[in-house]
């Protein structure tokens, strides 16, 4: 991937000691930390690095559980398996996004997809068996992505956002002023701990994460640069499956046919608990997809 600075009007603010900014920040009520979270991101306007992937062969996937167990039902329309598209219905912080608001997320290993929806479903519903969908989109234009960067101290690092964090320090070293990279370093940490803490189905874990992800994908009036999306580590623990892939969130707009990103294929897979494990014991591939109505047909 080709690295750049994000181009920022505005000089990232230095001598600000962050640690005691996010500890006053967390004694708020959840609305006032999102909104304190913004304003910091708008006032310190710190430089992120602007990765462009030109790979038009690059696959995500995006796994969506099914909360009716009857083996019957498949989702329909890619409206179902692509973004939410029902946003009065959004009244939760997630990792990326805020109430009212609706991201793709996905991920560039199937495994990876899987392995991350299994662990809410698991944590939500205590079943023996579970249905998903896959859906699988692939790359068809450059995309621009801001990078999230591995985490230090992890002993199952994913080589391919090592190499890309490696790049973006080598980018931020090349700064005149020592005290930016000081700082800009400390906080591009901060920022990577917040986006790997663990699942949690409580509302107000996510607010900085996702008010980082607001920051980098909406425009912004002294930003030049266009971001399509992030590139992120999962947050699974340290373990093997951290090697296999990375995950994705991306403006919906880049998203659908004759965009950036278009859909490949749907399979549903039934995932069934055998001893101490669970395994994919069925799978049904789509027939074709509508690029018209959305219609998916089985």
């Not at 621009?144 to 790049?167: D, H, V």
């Not at 980098?216 to 009036?221: A, F, Q, R, W, Y």
């Not at 580590?233 to 093997?240: G, N, R």
Request: charged share 25%.
């Amino acid at each position: 991937m080709e690295c750049c600075y994000i181009n920022i009007k505005m000089q990232f603010c230095t001598g600000v000691d962050f640690k005691e900014i996010f500890k006053k920040i967390r004694l708020l009520d959840p609305a006032a930390q999102y909104s304190a979270f913004v304003k910091f991101l708008d006032l310190t306007r710190p430089y992120f690095i602007r990765c462009t992937s030109q790979n038009q062969k690059k696959y995500f996937f995006r796994v969506r559980a099914h909360f009716d167990d009857n083996g019957n039902y498949f989702f329909n329309n890619i409206s179902d398996i692509s973004y939410r598209h029902d946003l009065f219905n959004i009244h939760r912080f997630g990792r990326c996004n805020s109430p009212f608001e609706s991201l793709f997320y996905c991920s560039d290993s199937p495994i990876l997809a899987f392995a991350e929806v299994m662990r809410m479903t698991r944590a939500e519903r205590r079943k023996d068996f579970f249905y998903h969908t896959t859906s699988v989109w692939s790359q068809k234009q450059p995309l621009n992505m801001a990078t999230i960067f591995e985490p230090k101290g992890i002993r199952n690092k994913n080589k391919e956002l090592l190499s890309i964090t490696k790049t973006c320090i080598e980018t931020i070293n090349t700064l005149e002023n020592k005290r930016y990279i000081k700082d800009l370093t400390r906080i591009h940490r901060i920022i990577t701990k917040e986006f790997t803490i663990p699942f949690s189905s409580d509302n107000n874990i996510y607010l900085f994460s996702s008010a980082v992800s607001s920051y980098l994908l909406n425009p912004l009036e002294y930003k030049s640069e266009k971001v399509d999306g992030l590139i992120y580590p999962t947050c699974i623990e340290d373990c093997k499956l951290r090697t296999i892939g990375l995950n994705y969130v991306f403006n919906p707009l880049v998203v659908g046919f004759g965009n950036k990103i278009e859909l490949e294929a749907v399979y549903r897979s039934k995932m069934q608990k055998i001893g101490r494990g669970y395994y994919e014991t069925e799978i049904k591939l789509f027939k074709k997809a509508n690029r018209f109505t959305g219609q998916i047909v089985w």
